[in-house]
């Protein structure tokens, strides 16, 4: 029983070292590229938008995993349960986004008052963080949480993704779209009659409503504080500390 206890904690310290490896490897390389102290922040912003995912399936009873990092990608946390209501799902996915915004605010209050350029800096870069994980796409948080209203919905996360790279031409667009092309055809082909599909017909439409009028609150605040913090950043006297 001992040997079996102590495999057991040797089990858990293995993930808890492979996460915390992940992390630390993701930090050397932003740091290489943007510094110390901007990459402390933006890992920071990550993992409090994975450890929203995290508690909110632990909350749900879901078996979960620690988050994992790998740079210029983000994060993930893996759940094992792969047959998800659309209600838990989409609770899952918005807790990201929403751990994460609190923890943007945080952030940028906390480097208003103490007149802290890199601070600001770092909120701003968690703002757009999760304002991106909402498009109604897929792989990301936005494509989770707009399911519940219909898994036609991803199809309007297609031209918003073209015009971001046209705009900013980025090699993780492109790996969000392929990784978006299973649930563009999924969309494209969607019929709510399908047996995959029925579990959509069994969420209430005050639950839809809910989760509409939550996403497009959390999207529309996002977008209106991004912008409000860019516009901030050349102006204010603050210095980098």
Known sequence: ??????????????????????????????????????????????????????????RAGLAVGLPTFIPFVGAWIELKNTDLDPETEAAVAFAGPLAGTISAMACYFLGRELEDFLLVAVAYAGLMLN????????PLDGGRITAI???RLWLLGVPVLVSLFLYVPSPMLILVAVLAIPSIIKAWRYDPAAEENRRYAGVSAATRTEYALL???????????????????????????
């Open 215 to 241: 996403y497009l609150g959390l999207a529309a605040f996002l977008a209106i504080m991004a912008w409000e913090v860019h516009e901030s950043l050349p102006r204010v006297g603050m210095s980098i500390g």
């Open 149 to 151: 209203l219909s898994p």
């Open 1 to 58: 029983m001992k040997a079996l206890i102590a495999l057991l904690t040797l089990g858990k310290l293995g993930k808890v070292a492979a996460s915390g490896g992940s992390m630390l490897l993701s930090l050397v390389v932003y740091a290489t590229v943007y510094g110390w102290g901007y990459a402390a922040g933006i890992i920071v912003m990550l993992f409090c938008h994975e450890m929203g995912h995290y508690l909110a399936a632990r």
């Open 131 to 138: 304002l991106f994980n909402l498009l109604p796409l897929g």
